[in-house]
């Protein structure tokens, strides 16, 4: 896969013990674009979603990110274990080490990656602005001493901070909210400020998981149109699990269908949804089953 794509995932793998949630999955995300992801529940997406952003550590392939006018290979960045020939190749051994020591989650986010989960993950206790405002911290000034003095670069940090948290509760339509706990929001309004806070990190990559999970039809089609409007109007690329089809096909360019942990079918919205083996994943059938 090349440049086009900032995303690209190749013969990824991932073991529970017996369990093989993910086998041999290649994908790519293209620049710019909704892809969808979907399958039957256990397929293997939020583990997909998990190895993508470092909560789990893949057992074998590769995850590339060409993001920021580069390219991260997130398996390295994460700390991968040693090998044998690391100790006859310095270089190589001082790099693996460097990640061991300073590598993490965090590296994945820097690179350009954020992401929201399936069970609404906020700071509860916190505002709304607060939220936002801590999704921003790898790009404060966060010096002691400017701190400590009030600098004007440092005032100048936290009012383009706030201005950038401000600018995305307007565009999920939560500006009214900012001084609210995050905890008192209703549903719908939560699931927006999650939207919100993974922007604040300035990501090129937004991986939704279930974003539309218990909205109304009115919700879901709010959520759809400030996905669209991420997409349009900020270059964003957007990796999406979702289960609403009629939201999946509405807004997606591309769509990929996971099966027991392996891609079964990629392309189109509307040749996925006339593929007879998506249609047989979906329905539980054996298609090779005489009817
Ligand atoms: N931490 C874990 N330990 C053991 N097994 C796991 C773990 N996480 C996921 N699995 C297993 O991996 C498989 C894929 O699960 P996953 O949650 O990725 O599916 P999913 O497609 O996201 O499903 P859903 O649509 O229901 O959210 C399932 O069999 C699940 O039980």
Request: with cysteine.
């Amino acid at each position: 896969m090349t440049g086009e794509h900032v995303l690209s995932v190749a013969h990824l793998s991932m073991q529970f013990g017996g369990i093989r949630a993910l086998h041999d999955v290649s994908l790519g995300v293209q620049r710019g674009s909704i892809t969808a992801l979907i399958g039957p529940n256990g397929a293997g997406k939020t583990t997909l979603f998990n190895c993508l952003t470092g909560f789990y550590r893949a057992s074998g392939g590769s995850i590339r990110l060409y993001t920021r006018g580069m390219a991260t290979d997130v398996l390295q960045v994460l700390g991968e274990p040693f090998q044998l020939g690391d100790f006859v190749r310095p270089r190589q051994f001082a790099s693996r080490l460097w990640y061991k020591l300073f590598g993490g989650t965090h590296r994945v986010n820097r690179a350009g990656l954020a992401r929201t989960f399936q069970n609404i993950r906020l700071f509860r206790e916190m505002s709304v602005l607060e939220n936002l405002l801590v999704a921003q911290h790898l790009w404060l000034n966060r010096s002691l001493l400017a701190g400590v003095l009030n600098t004007p670069g440092f005032r100048r940090a936290e009012e383009q901070a706030l201005a950038h948290a401000f600018y995305w509760l307007e565009l999920v339509d939560l500006v009214d909210c900012a001084n609210r706990l995050a905890g008192e929001l209703s549903y719908g309004q939560q699931r927006r400020l999650e939207i919100a806070r993974a922007m604040c990190t300035r990501p090129q990559l937004l991986c939704l998981d279930e974003p539309a999970a218990g909205l109304n039809p009115a919700e879901t089609a709010a959520l759809g149109a400030i996905i669209r409007t991420l997409r349009d109007t900020h270059q964003l690329s957007v990796l999406l699990i979702e289960h609403d089809m009629g939201m999946v096909m509405g807004i997606s360019d591309h769509i990929v269908v996971l099966d027991h942990g392996e891609v079964i079918a990629a392309g189109a919205p509307a040749a996925i949804r006339s593929d007879p083996k998506v249609i047989a994943a979906y329905l539980g059938a054996d298609e090779e089953e005489p009817a």
